[in-house]
């Protein structure tokens, strides 16, 4: 759905300004691409079809929480997900995947890392460079409060409270524009 992706997102970007053809479009474009991705996953058209019909409705009562910033297919396809999910609980549905199969679950979660990853390092950049190191240094690389300490010079209550201010001014910036 990659080369969709400057069309689709006009034409979101266009329907969450009021343009109703716009709208209309961007939804007519969605159905057959959203039915393809549930009949890929469950080989039932009625039940793919439901979930055509509650993803829509969910993009319709959501569009409000897209960020034009981002891409518009990982958005639609994080709501389509999740209304997967959801049909297999109430289905109570387990699936099991042939093993052949496995490097395209492998791949997805892959971009799923990269994509958070560059998320995080966006919010990083924002905080000045002795907080970026404090919350890298606890948070990612994993060290403890006595290692950062000794790293950066700093007291371990001074660490403690740098990464707390560190992370509530990442709390802060998580929606913001950057």
Known sequence: MSELEPRLKTLMLAALKGDAVSYRMLLA???PHLRAFFQRRLGNNADAEDLVQETLIAIHTKRATYDPALPFTAWLHAIARYKLIDHFRRARVRR?????????????????????KRDVEVLLARL???????????KIE???????AARTGL????????????LKALSAMIGQKP
Request: negative net charge; proline residues 4%.
């Open 155 to 166: 007291s371990e209550s001074g660490v403690k409270v740098g990464v707390h201010r560190a």
């Open 29 to 31: 474009q969605l159905a």
């Open 96 to 116: 099991t995947l042939p093993l052949e199969e496995a490097d395209s679950v492998f791949a997805e979660e892959q971009a799923e890392a990269a994509t958070a």
């Open 128 to 138: 000045p460079e002795s907080k970026r190191a404090l919350v890298r240094q606890t």
């Open 142 to 148: 994993g060290l403890s409060t006595a290692e950062t």
